[in-house]
């Protein structure tokens, strides 16, 4: 717990004698030598103040030529007396030595100070409640780590101009944000990507993927000897399943186009309901966590600004995603354009092309008809057999290839042409017989050798056949097609559908932050105009790295402050709306605060918007290490030299005997080891590091004044 604050009453103004309540326990009264016995009824008063436990009285002046100091007897048991001569004190070593010569080095408005310490104010009290007639002469030596007032001003103009740059000054802090994008992306993925099993669409979708499988297979089949020997039975059978196969993709284009429109017009004008997508087979929306967004937002904010971006940056990023995930046009209606022709290729399935076996590759197999034929009639032992066998055989085999082809001029230009072939190539082989011919067993072998050669021939005629008429059908297309259908449904899903009220969720509250940003920006380009450096430009020194840090973070904490409102806005589950008006005024209250904070409590004091004090230690650090007599002052001692706080003359005054030392430092000065110093220093939070030496006054020179009369109305 803070202790209470020391109230500071000053009796040598009208307004310090007007005063004289207090809700504190600890005071410091000011007041001259000659005018304590006229104020005793303020001490009379502020000693029956019940809250009031330790009053510590500095009594500045001389003490006439009795020499007495008379201390007020209404402070007996509540109250001590520092007693401080006119002048500005002497260098003095606490013994019998006489005082020194030179300039005091410590001042009344130094021992103040440190009095308005509430532990140096506690020890101070203890220390001279124990001497006799709990009054002292104090010694002071100190030193300050403090920023120059007008560095700071300089500095900190600089922090605010480069916080609200833009163009060339601000393109090396302004590179995309790594941090904003990550929300946006996590806040785009959905929990689910695919349809739901047993809906509609889903159905839809698989029957189309299985009758296009099962297309593809018995086109497969038919490639076989089965649907070579077939004929039209075969045939049908492939032709019934790509009409299915058809019938299924066109379904499944028309409710998958359905949902997608659906999407985008519940996603842009509330209907139809969500429900009613659920239905057709689109999963739930992913819920929203709203703390989880807020404080990735805040995070996002955090670290973009503590790294160096600018406000205008940071805004203008915000507004941008927060636009791009508002935009209320979808991507489906346009990628639907890619799957478009599943239409077209769905009705070639419907009526796919007829069977061509006419010029190719009937042709070739013509010339290996005539060929197979004249070097079957090579065999004269065989007569004209092979001739009668090869002639049927090949009509045969083209009807065979022919049998799922139309009736058309070209079907009969096949069998023109093979009966001539084979008959002309026929003729061509009896005439031409040689005289020696191989025995009549051996000769049967070649001939049925001869026709296995035709089967074959026939068969690879057949593959070609029904492979170019498979790349004539758009099964394969139709398939790709459909594919992207689904692709395109599950992306919709994941990109839009299921994030769908996380992303309005984080793009209200992207423009809700960069409305908030641009308040800050506002006020601060008001600061900047009207700011005024009488004292031109500065030198800085070594402390001016940590300096701009404290400020830069300062800065950015005002900012954040600003807009805590808004995140707890985006943590709750209200609506959102941006009200600058709120942000403007609020960063304006937060300026002045932070501008008397300044002022007043001072640059190392961590203001009650600023929970992180690294930069302040950093800083602390930096000017304690320039500090060379802070060392040097934790080491002093009672004989130590210290400014005394009277004249040379009134040293006589003091008993050296019996003087004690108080040493204090600020809490973030790094104490370096004590040699034959104090070993107890006192940690404040003001920004010196001191000793205080509180010397005795002898007894015969202090004597406590009664007063016998009432006190005046």
């Known amino acids: 717990m803070n202790p209470d604050p020391v109230m500071t009453l000053d009796l040598r103004t009208p307004e310090g004698q007007g005063v004289l309540r207090t809700s504190s326990s600890r005071v410091l009264v000011i007041d001259t030598t000659d005018a304590l016995s006229e104020h005793h009824m303020y001490f009379e008063r502020l000693a029956r103040l019940p809250q009031v436990t330790g009053v510590v009285l500095v009594a500045i002046g001389g003490i006439g030529a009795d020499p007495v100091l008379r201390t007020p007897s209404a402070l007996a048991g509540v109250g001590v007396t520092l007693w401080v001569g006119d002048g500005l004190g002497v260098p003095w070593e606490g013994g019998s030595q006489r005082p020194g010569a030179g300039s005091a080095e410590s001042t009344v408005d130094d021992l103040l100070a440190a009095l308005r310490l509430p532990k140096v104010f506690d020890r101070v009290f203890a220390d001279v409640g124990v001497m006799p007639h ?28 480069q916080l609200v740059s833009t163009g060339v000054a601000a393109r090396l802090h302004d590179r995309e944000s790594t941090e904003l994008t990550s929300v946006f992306r996590s806040a785009t993925e959905g929990d689910a990507t695919s349809v739901r099993q047993g809906s509609p669409l889903y159905e839809a979708m698989s029957h189309a993927q299985r009758e296009l499988q099962a297309a593809a297979r018995s086109i497969d089949r038919w490639r076989s000897w089965r649907g070579l020997f077939g004929l039209k039975a075969a045939h049908r059978v492939v032709l019934d399943r790509l009409a299915a196969a058809g019938n299924a993709v066109l379904r499944h284009h028309r409710v998958a186009r359905k949902a997608l429109v659906d999407v985008d017009s519940s996603l842009a004008e509330g209907y139809p309901p969500p429900g009613e997508l659920v239905e057709q087979g689109l999963p739930s929306p992913a819920p929203v966590n709203s703390d989880e967004m807020a404080e990735a937002v805040r995070k996002a904010v955090t670290t973009e600004l503590i790294g160096g971006r600018t406000l205008p940056g940071i805004a203008e990023q915000a507004r941008r995603l927060g636009n791009q995930l508002g935009a209320t046009r979808s991507l489906a209606i346009t990628e639907q354009d890619s799957a478009a022709d599943l239409e077209k290729w769905a009705r070639g399935l419907l009526s796919p092309p007829p069977v061509k076996v006419w010029p190719e590759p009937a042709g070739w197999l013509v010339a290996v008809a005539g060929l197979t034929t004249a070097l079957s009639t090579l065999l004269p032992s065989l007569g004209a057999w092979p001739l009668l066998l090869m002639v049927p055989l090949w009509l045969g085999l083209v009807t065979l290839l022919s049998a799922n082809a139309p009736v058309d001029l070209d079907l009969a230009y096949l069998y023109a042409t093979t009966l001539f072939v084979v008959s002309l190539c026929g003729a061509i082989g009896l005439g031409n017989a040689p005289d020696r011919s191989p025995d009549p067993l051996v000769g049967t072998g070649i001939l049925l050798g001869l026709v296995v050669i035709s089967l074959l021939s026939t068969y690879l005629a057949w593959r070609t056949v029904v492979a170019r008429w498979r790349d004539a059908v758009p099964l394969r297309k139709a398939a790709a097609a459909d594919k992207r259908l689904s692709d395109q449904v599950s992306r919709t899903i994941a990109q839009r559908w299921s994030p769908a009220d996380r992303s309005r969720r984080l793009a209200d509250s992207l423009l809700v932050v960069a409305g908030g940003v641009d308040a800050v920006v506002e006020v601060f380009h008001d600061v900047i105009k009207d700011a005024q450096d009488p004292d031109g430009e500065h ?64 640059l190392r004091e961590l203001p009650a918007f600023v929970t992180d004090d690294g930069p302040r230690r950093r800083l602390a650090a930096t000017l304690w290490q320039s500090s060379a007599s802070s060392r040097h002052i934790l080491q002093l001692t009672e004989r130590s030299r210290m400014t005394q706080l009277c004249a040379a003359e009134d040293v006589r005054l003091l008993q050296a005997d019996g003087a004690k030392v108080v040493h204090f430092a600020s809490a973030d000065m790094d104490l370096p080891p004590i040699d034959g110093g104090s070993d107890e220093v ?32």
């Open 682 to 713: 006192i940690r404040t939070k003001g920004d010196a590091v001191g000793a205080l030496r509180l010397t005795p006054i002898l007894a015969r020179y202090v004597q406590r004044e009664v007063q016998t009369q009432g006190e005046p109305r």
């Open 134 to 161: 709990q009054a002292a002469s104090p010694g002071l030596a100190v030193d300050y780590a403090v920023v120059e007032p007008g560095m700071m001003r300089s500095l900190k103009l600089r922090a605010l101009q």
């Open 539 to 602: 030198t800085f020194g070594d402390s001016s790295a940590g300096l701009s840090e404290v400020l830069h973070h300062d800065l950015v904490a005002v900012t954040l402050e600003v807009l805590r409102p808004s995140f707890d806005a985006i943590s709750s589950h209200l609506p959102l709306s941006g009200d600058s008006q709120r942000s403007l005024v609020r960063a304006r209250e937060l300026v002045a605060m932070y501008d008397d904070h300044l002022e007043h409590a001072g």
